[in-house]
């Protein structure tokens, strides 16, 4: 009998292991596609085009976050002009984070009649938009203030 309850136990635990770590895995796949829409929109006082596929986003927890965005280059276009992006001649790595930690679409310099900016700060916070109207792609970035002072 004590077999029985053994094994009994021994099935469900695997069970429950192979559950958490399947919830965990598509845990870490939804949660890699999300960026906080509400804190960029709140910090720029931009509100993002209704319709957007994520790229990538990264978000170091500490100093800044960043997120590209496929938009519909009408609507792109439109944001770029409610917003009044500047055109973008010239892009210091040093100023987009984002250039060193995303993989996928970096904004390149190589035809910059397509490139737009629009660069601000809240508070302590600091933000930089590029928009790309060949490629219809949307970057974000939010740098964090420096409470630690470095």
């Known amino acids: 009998m ?11 635990m695997r069970t429950l ?56 280059s009408t609507l792109l276009l439109k944001f770029i002009s409610d917003y009044k992006f500047d055109t973008l001649t010239r892009l210091y790595p040093s100023h987009f984070l984002g250039e060193g930690v995303l993989k ?12 737009f900016y629009t660069a601000g700060a809240k508070g302590r916070n600091s933000w930089l938009f590029i928009a790309d109207l060949k490629k219809g792609i949307l970057w974000a970035e939010i740098q964090y203030p420096d409470f630690a002072g470095n």
């Not at 077999?3 to 099935?11: N, P």
């Not at 192979?18 to 965990?24: D, P, Y």
């Open 2 to 12: 004590l077999e029985y309850y053994a094994s009994f136990f021994l099935y469900n």
């Open 104 to 115: 996928k679409d970096k904004p390149i310099l190589s035809d910059s009649s397509t490139l």
């Open 17 to 72: 292991i192979i559950l958490i770590l399947v919830t965990l895995y598509w845990s870490c796949i939804f949660l890699g596609q999300q960026f906080e829409k509400d804190f960029y929109e709140r910090i720029s006082g931009m509100k993002f085009p209704k319709e957007y596929d994520i790229l990538e986003t990264y978000d170091n927890g500490e100093f800044y976050t960043t997120t590209s965005l496929k938009v519909d």
